[in-house]
């Protein structure tokens, strides 16, 4: 969807490497998504922030949602090769209906 | 744990053909949804049904029809494929849960060519 965008497209890190991903909304999110897919493989849910200011960890990824509700920020900490995929941003505008990004292309290099 | 469950995983079609792509949860979830995924498009909502009974067409639902069977199961429908819906397919499913949003939950995908 144009009204998300995710940046950087695609991001190479070396493993034990922190990174960072981002999705940022054209308007005010009713709430937002983070997955997770391997290639050729269904998405996997990670994590879902409702509330501007909010943050979740879930062992080493770390989702934020920022106070205005248009901006969430992805980290992972010492990045593993379990850690690849394709990360997608869904952001809930109502209806809880679904905008997806086009995603953001990990790979971690041993 | 079941999920969602999509069949078939891979369907090769010549033009014109129809098709129907089955979905089935199997956690009692009110809402269901069908994606489709291209290179470079990201995921894209083609229909979407709130409740048993009800459906509603999504971002791209030009060639396709659904149909909400009962509360498990909703299918889509090709009825004359063309080239430009070669793509994966994704079903989807979430709970309702008052003013919180509910995750939605996704099959493995149907992965149709159109030749």
């Known amino acids: 969807s144009q009204e998300l965008e995710q940046s950087p497209q695609s991001l190479i890190v070396q493993e034990g490497k922190n990174l960072t991903i981002n999705c940022t909304s054209s308007k005010t999110l009713y709430g937002l998504y983070w997955y997770k897919q391997k290639y050729g493989e269904g998405l996997i849910f990670l994590m879902m922030l409702q509330k501007g200011g909010e943050e979740k960890s879930h062992e080493k990824i770390t989702a934020k949602l920022d106070e205005k509700k248009q901006q969430s920020s992805l980290h992972i900490t010492a990045s593993q090769p379990s850690h690849a995929g394709i990360y997608l941003c869904?952001?809930?505008?109502?209806?809880?209906?679904?905008?997806f990004g086009k995603g953001n292309q990990v790979v971690v290099i041993p | 744990n079941a999920g969602v469950t999509q069949t078939p995983k891979f369907q090769v079609l010549k033009t014109g053909q129809s098709m129907t792509l089955q979905c089935a949860q199997d956690m009692n979830h009110n809402s269901m949804y069908w994606y489709r995924q291209d290179p470079g498009m990201g995921l894209r909502l083609i229909y979407y049904s709130a409740s048993e009974g009800t459906t509603d067409k999504g971002e791209v639902p030009n060639g396709y029809n659904v149909s909400r069977l009962n509360k498990r199961e909703f299918s889509l429908r090709l009825e004359s494929a063309a080239p430009s819906q070669t793509s994966v397919y994704f079903c989807?499913?979430?709970?309702?849960?008052?003013?919180?949003?509910?995750?939605?939950?996704f099959g493995d995908g149907t992965r149709l060519s159109i030749l």
């Open positions: 989807a499913s979430s709970g309702t849960g008052g003013t919180t949003i509910q995750p939605q939950h």
């Open positions: 869904g952001a809930v505008y109502g209806n809880n209906r679904l905008a």
